[in-house]
């Protein structure tokens, strides 16, 4: 149960905590923490004996963004935008109406204190992720991957209650109103809370996801692991082709897991922080090295050692919704300390409600000369003009039974 230490030293009711810290955060808690939040809290209070390492910090909840829209006045505003369908015009309106408004003080001195004893716990200026989590994110029927927004390298308490205030703004992102459009979402008490975390300086190391079932068959009995060099984001928002590990659950009792298959990726650019004095760190593209580009990301213990973590949480969300849950985690390296650590885990949304009782096969009737080859998305076969899109400013001219050619999609 979370409590909420108020500025008298006086506890009072979860439902009233406007920040909380991670390690008294569970799944219990989604409604206060959001999907993310909760589901890190989870990790850290349950699975530390198997190994797992999950960065510290400390969520602004549910109720402490309630607080900022009624502070502002905005409570009614924002519900009515949740409950109807305002659009996208209507969605930047009130992004920047959110913007504009002040955080209260008390609030603010909350997200400060919390801040504070994050840094007695990890160095003076301690560098924070500031991320959405959302009561609607991370279900095994809706993910909002990449729908809200995140800001990476974030240092001093001003700025971190910044970014707090933006992740709030960023409910109302296009991206963000079209998904909860397409997955029929209404319910305005989907709020956001926000996490502040540890940054796991992956800037200088490297970063990825993990699927504790294939990806393109929902095979259940492999973990698949993508890799590449800098911040996440790259990979996340498939920007960059990754390396590819696969690795067997299927091993006798205290044997390594045995990597099946390693895929090197093009890699050809990383995320990195670009130079800044002070303030919300702003991130730059650049061109991986030779070396890079040629080298893996993980070596062989590591990728079994995240293999482990991935089966060690998947059990745990298994025994949770009593049914075996594949589950989509993301994972960052530190170049730093080489350490490794759990950053998101969520159901993974694709195969989750497959039915695999029956099996569907493709034949292709007629041969023709090959003009490209490359990953596909999904299985299957079809015929169509092929459209070559580099860049995803031209993504209006893919019409409807073309198939698009691309580097990553």
Same mark, same amino acid.
């Given at each position: 149960?979370?409590?909420?230490?108020?500025?008298?030293?006086?506890?009072?009711?979860?439902?009233?905590?406007?920040?909380?810290?991670?390690?008294?955060?569970?799944?219990?808690?989604?409604?206060?923490?959001?999907?993310?939040?909760?589901?890190?809290?989870?990790?850290?209070?349950?699975?530390?004996?198997?190994?797992?390492?999950?960065?510290?910090?400390?969520?602004?909840?549910?109720?402490?963004?309630?607080?900022?829209?009624?502070?502002?006045?905005?409570?009614?505003?924002?519900?009515?935008?949740?409950?109807?369908?305002?659009?996208?015009?209507?969605?930047?309106?009130?992004?920047?109406?959110?913007?504009?408004?002040?955080?209260?003080?008390?609030?603010?001195?909350?997200?400060?204190?919390?801040?504070?004893? !994050? #840094?007695?716990?990890?160095?003076?200026?301690?560098?924070?992720?500031?991320?959405?989590?959302?009561?609607?994110?991370?279900?095994?029927?809706?993910?909002?991957?990449?729908?809200?927004?995140?800001?990476?390298?974030?240092?001093?308490?001003?700025?971190?209650?910044?970014?707090?205030?933006?992740?709030?703004?960023?409910?109302?992102?296009?991206?963000?109103?079209?998904?909860?459009?397409?997955?029929?979402?209404?319910?305005?008490?989907? !709020?956001?809370?926000?996490?502040?975390?540890?940054?796991?300086?992956?800037?200088?190391?490297?970063?990825?996801?993990?699927?504790?079932?294939?990806?393109?068959?929902?095979?259940?009995?492999?973990?698949?692991?993508?890799?590449?060099?800098?911040?996440?984001?790259?990979?996340?928002?498939?920007?960059?082709?990754?390396?590819?590990?696969?690795?067997?659950?299927?091993?006798?009792?205290?044997?390594?897991?045995?990597?099946?298959?390693?895929?090197?990726?093009?890699?050809?650019?990383? !995320?990195?922080?670009?130079?800044?004095?002070?303030?919300?760190?702003?991130?730059?593209?650049?061109?991986?090295?030779?070396? #890079?580009?040629?080298?893996?990301?993980?070596?062989?213990?590591?990728?079994?050692?995240?293999?482990?973590?991935?089966?060690?949480?998947?059990?745990?969300?298994?025994?949770?919704?009593?049914?075996?849950?594949?589950?989509?985690?993301?994972?960052?390296?530190?170049?730093?300390?080489?350490?490794?650590?759990?950053?998101?885990?969520?159901? #993974?949304?694709?195969?989750?409600?497959?039915?695999?009782?029956?099996?569907?096969?493709?034949?292709?009737? #007629?041969?023709?000369?090959?003009?490209?080859?490359?990953?596909?998305?999904?299985?299957?076969?079809?015929?169509?003009?092929?459209?070559?899109?580099?860049?995803?400013?031209?993504?209006?001219?893919?019409?409807?039974?073309?198939?698009?050619?691309?580097?990553?999609?």
């Amino acid at each position: 149960m979370i409590y909420h230490q108020n500025n008298m030293g006086k506890k009072i009711s979860a439902q009233d905590a406007w920040v909380a810290p991670l390690e008294r955060i569970g799944i219990a808690d989604t409604a206060l923490a959001g999907g993310k939040g909760a589901s890190l809290g989870e990790m850290m209070r349950h699975l530390r004996s198997a190994g797992v390492a999950v960065p510290p910090g400390f969520v602004v909840t549910t109720a402490g963004f309630q607080h900022f829209l009624k502070q502002a006045g905005l409570t009614g505003t924002v519900h009515k935008a949740l409950a109807g369908n305002d659009g996208i015009g209507g969605a930047r309106y009130l992004r920047e109406t959110i913007m504009a408004a002040s955080l209260p003080r008390d609030l603010a001195r909350e997200i400060a204190g919390y801040y504070a004893a !994050l #840094e007695k716990r990890c160095g003076k200026n301690v560098s924070v992720a500031v991320r959405s989590s959302a009561t609607a994110e991370d279900h095994a029927d809706a993910s909002f991957a990449g729908a809200h927004e995140s800001y990476l390298g974030v240092s001093g308490a001003k700025d971190v209650s910044r970014a707090v205030q933006a992740v709030f703004a960023s409910l109302c992102t296009d991206r963000a109103v079209s998904y909860r459009r397409d997955k029929d979402i209404g319910d305005p008490d989907h !709020l956001l809370a926000v996490v502040v975390q540890q940054m796991v300086a992956a800037d200088r190391g490297a970063s990825g996801v993990m699927f504790t079932a294939d990806t393109e068959t929902g095979f259940r009995d492999v973990v698949v692991i993508n890799a590449s060099w800098g911040l996440g984001e790259m990979i996340v928002q498939g920007r960059v082709a990754p390396d590819e590990y696969l690795v067997s659950k299927k091993v006798p009792p205290g044997a390594p897991l045995p990597v099946i298959s390693k895929a090197l990726g093009r890699k050809e650019r990383k !995320l990195i922080y670009a130079a800044a004095r002070s303030g919300i760190r702003r991130t730059r593209e650049v061109p991986t090295t030779a070396r #890079e580009r040629a080298a893996f990301v993980l070596d062989d213990k590591e990728i079994s050692r995240l293999a482990a973590w991935g089966i060690a949480i998947e059990k745990h969300y298994s025994k949770k919704t009593g049914s075996r849950t594949p589950m989509d985690i993301e994972w960052a390296k530190d170049g730093a300390t080489g350490k490794i650590f759990i950053v998101q885990a969520r159901p #993974e949304t694709v195969h989750a409600a497959a039915d695999f009782s029956k099996i569907k096969e493709y034949a292709r009737k #007629e041969d023709g000369r090959e003009i490209a080859r490359g990953t596909a998305v999904g299985s299957g076969i079809a015929s169509g003009k092929a459209r070559v899109i580099a860049d995803t400013r031209r993504i209006a001219r893919f019409r409807k039974g073309e198939i698009l050619v691309t580097k990553t999609t």
